[in-house]
Structure formats: C-alpha cells, structure tokens
C-alpha cells in the first residue's frame, strides 16, 4: 500500500508561481512511478507529468510543458510539482498519483491522493 497526501494549492493570479506537494508512506517510494493529473468538474482526469522511480525520466502534457517542472527527493518520499507561468486554464484539482508504469492514462495509476484545489485568476 502507498499512501499519498497532497499539499501546496492554492488561489493565485495568472503568471504567478505554486509548488505542489505529494507526500508517499507505506511500500518502497523509489519503485513507483508518480505521476500528476488534474480534473476539472464534469471533465475526464487529464494527464500533466509523470516522474520515472529514478527520477532520471519526466515527461509533461504539452499544455504544461516548459511551464511545469516535476521532481522528486526519495529521502523525504516526496514528488513535487512547480508550476510557474500560472493561467486560468490552469484551473483544476490537482492529484498525486502513484504505480508501476510511466504511463499518461490514470487507469494505469494504482495509488491516488485526495486532490488538491489550484484556482488561478485571470
């Protein structure tokens, strides 16, 4: 099992900068794939980034990339998510999630925090 909590939303104008936060507990942090996806009501969970166990493969949904930057500190078992350059369409809930793929579909993710609320101002 893997536990996962997500920290660092928030409510800020378009341009400015957040950090997400996705604390592991339970099972061994560095086997696991993490990834990060965001929902908006009444739409499917997209895809935003996704960091391999060794950290040393990333990659992003083109709507982020450049913008975003994923990373990962296996001493404190936790992903984080920078987000800089923040727009409105950024809007979304947030979630960590955790599995054994590097994979863009959230199907493939076994392990999921509660969300987070990212609300960016235009």
């Known amino acids: 099992q893997v536990q996962l909590v997500e920290s660092g939303g928030g409510l800020v104008q378009a341009g400015a900068s957040l950090r997400l936060s996705c604390a592991a507990s339970?099972?061994?942090?560095?086997?696991?794939?993490m990834g990060w996806f965001r929902q908006v009501r009444g739409k499917e969970r997209e895809f935003v980034s996704f960091i391999s166990g060794s950290g040393g493969t990333t990659d992003y949904a083109d709507s982020v990339k450049g913008r975003f930057t994923i990373s990962r500190d296996s001493a404190k078992n936790t992903v984080y998510l920078q987000m800089n350059s923040l727009k409105s369409e950024d809007t979304a809930v947030y979630y960590c999630a955790a599995g054994w793929l590097r994979d863009y579909d959230p199907r493939r993710y076994t392990y999921w925090g509660q969300g987070t609320q990212v609300t960016v101002s235009s």
């Open positions: 339970g099972r061994s942090f560095s086997a696991t794939v």
